[in-house]
């Protein structure tokens, strides 16, 4: 199905995050090494964005690494590591020609330089991209942001004059300036590929009225036609954020 289907299609989501799950699991179907099925996954990354930029997507957001994810065997941390400095230099040159802005959530300081090194040149020989933001989420737990958030707020309601009416003040708009990242949209729509009902720590903040679509393929097997089609199912949804419908169409 395509985005025409959908006459009333008055919203693309402006943020599209992606669990990009199912890599291993994929890999063992296919009677492979897990770390063949990150290979397969991570090649998928440069059309996803292709796809977003297609559909008129602002931002893509896509789940790469979790905080969590340190704790795997080391070797599957290595190899993920070393994918990642491979597809950062592989993808600069089609995220250049699509005018793609790649940029990083999470705590960056935490991956092995070679990776850190690829992801942040990355990151600089493309900004001036200004068709999507493909934020790549690595090192990457949203209630490590949300505690790192918390620090910084009350750093700066310390250093105020009258630090008990800055804490008093902080409201949710003031407090997001404190997150990771603050110029990053709400996630409108959030797909996870492999299975799984869950958000396992991603964007805990920005999703908080994210549409969700759960996908039963895994990581390697998304397609242009599912991503297309959950676009078509996220225009077709009432995003009503604790209101009643009359009050929408109003
Ligand atoms: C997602 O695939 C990629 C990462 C978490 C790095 P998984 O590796 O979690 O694949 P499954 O869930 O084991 O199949
Ligand atoms: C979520 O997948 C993290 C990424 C896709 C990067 P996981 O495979 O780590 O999540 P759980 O363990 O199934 O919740
Ligand atoms: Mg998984």
Not at 167 to 179: K, N, V
Request: charged letters at 25%; hydrophobic letters at 45%.
């Amino acid at each position: 199905m395509s985005l025409d289907a959908h006459p009333e299609q008055r919203v693309i989501p402006r943020h599209v995050g992606i669990i990009m799950d199912g890599n291993g699991r994929w890999a063992k179907a296919h009677h492979l090494p897990r770390i063949e099925g990150h290979r397969r996954g991570a090649q998928l990354v440069r059309d996803v964005a292709g796809w977003a930029v297609d559909a008129g997507v602002r931002q893509l957001s896509l789940y790469a690494f979790s905080t969590e994810n340190w704790s795997r065997p080391q070797q599957e941390v290595r190899g993920l590591m070393q994918l990642l400095s491979m597809m950062a230099r592989s993808m600069l040159k089609e995220l250049r020609q699509n005018g793609v802005r790649l940029r990083v959530l999470g705590d960056v300081a935490r991956l092995p330089q070679d990776a850190r090194d690829a992801v942040l040149r990355a990151c600089e020989q493309t900004q001036d991209g200004d068709t999507l933001d493909l934020v790549l989420c690595l090192s990457y737990g949203g209630q490590q942001e949300i505690v790192a958030g918390v620090r910084k707020a009350l750093a700066w309601a310390m250093a105020q004059p009258d630090p008990q009416a800055a804490i008093a003040a902080l409201d949710e708009q003031r407090f997001r300036e404190f997150l990771w990242r603050a110029d990053l949209l709400p996630v409108d729509l959030l797909i996870r590929t492999g299975g799984e009902m869950r958000i396992s720590n991603f964007h805990l903040w920005d999703a908080a009225y994210a549409e969700l679509c759960f996908l039963d393929v895994y990581w390697p097997d998304f397609t242009r036609a599912l991503f297309f089609n959950a676009l078509s199912d996220y225009a077709g949804r009432e995003r009503r954020f604790g209101l009643i419908s009359e009050q929408l169409s109003g």
